[in-house]
């Protein structure tokens, strides 16, 4: 039996709309009011996607890795009801803040505790932050290979084969097992699971580990830093264009468009 790890991110709900984000320029992040629940990284869903159509193809094990300071249950329980077997919430006010080399050092850690496991999946990138940082700091913490833009993963003996997106098409890569891969959207969408799958969801294990059990007693520093976050004041003005014939609007919007420069 295979064992495929998949590390998904808890964030606030990117399909929000923007006028409900607020700035805390004190902590430095966007923040959404309580009535709108975060999600789980859409990019982090394809990697699931991924990794349940290799379970389906063959005996494998699909365990769920998220991190983070509150994580809610509600969201991070969804991928067991897709069909992930396991998950392990590592849990702490330590990781509470913006630093993605500590987000793959105790992904790393609680993926080591685990014993065997042949791959690791995650998205391209964080939908909060954009940052595309911490599968590849798992790959070289762990010193084994890293693979991006993967629209279709497998496992083949103990070898993993990738169709990682190119530009104008793709290209077919190799590498020993283990190894982490980050997948793209074409990996597909991850599936919608039935009532059923949700109330089986609630029968599967669920593990919380902290920061001090995790071995970690010292924060890596983190390289980057967040120096001032803001929201743009965009002011917005609305003229009326007014005349006695559709021509003579045109030519004063022509103007009114010169003289903005936009023409």
């Excluded at 923040?31 to 990284?41: E, Y």
């Amino acid at each position: 039996m295979k064992n495929i790890v998949v590390c998904m991110k808890q964030v606030l709900d990117p399909e929000a709309p923007l006028s409900l984000f607020k700035i805390d320029p004190e902590a430095k992040r966007a923040i959404l009011p309580k009535a709108t629940p975060p999600v789980i990284s859409p990019f982090d869903e394809n990697a699931l996607e991924a990794a349940l159509k290799i379970k389906d193809s063959q005996p494998a094990k699909v365990t769920v890795i998220s991190l983070g300071k509150k994580l809610s249950r509600a969201v991070v329980r969804a991928p067991l009801a897709a069909g992930a077997d396991e998950l392990i919430l590592l849990e702490d006010d330590l990781f509470d803040e913006f630093n993605t080399l500590l987000t793959a050092h105790a992904l790393s850690s609680a993926i080591r505790n685990l014993g065997q496991y042949d791959l690791i999946l995650c998205g391209i990138q964080a939908a909060d932050t954009n940052a595309g940082q911490v599968g590849i700091g798992i790959a070289s913490i762990l010193d084994i290979p890293f693979i991006t833009f993967a629209r279709k993963v497998e496992l083949i003996g103990n070898t993993v084969r990738v169709e990682k997106v190119l530009p104008h098409g793709f290209a077919v890569i190799e590498a020993p097992a283990p190894a982490v891969v980050s997948t793209s959207y074409e990996a597909g969408e991850l599936r919608e699971p039935g009532v059923e799958a949700f109330m089986s969801a609630s029968k599967k294990p669920v593990t919380v580990m902290n920061a001090q059990q995790l071995g970690m007693t010292t924060v890596p520093a983190s390289p980057v830093s967040f120096r001032k976050m803001y929201q743009l004041n965009r002011e917005r003005k609305c003229e009326i264009i007014t005349g006695s014939s559709p021509s003579e609007k045109v030519d004063r919007l022509m103007s009114v468009l010169q003289q903005a420069k936009v023409l």
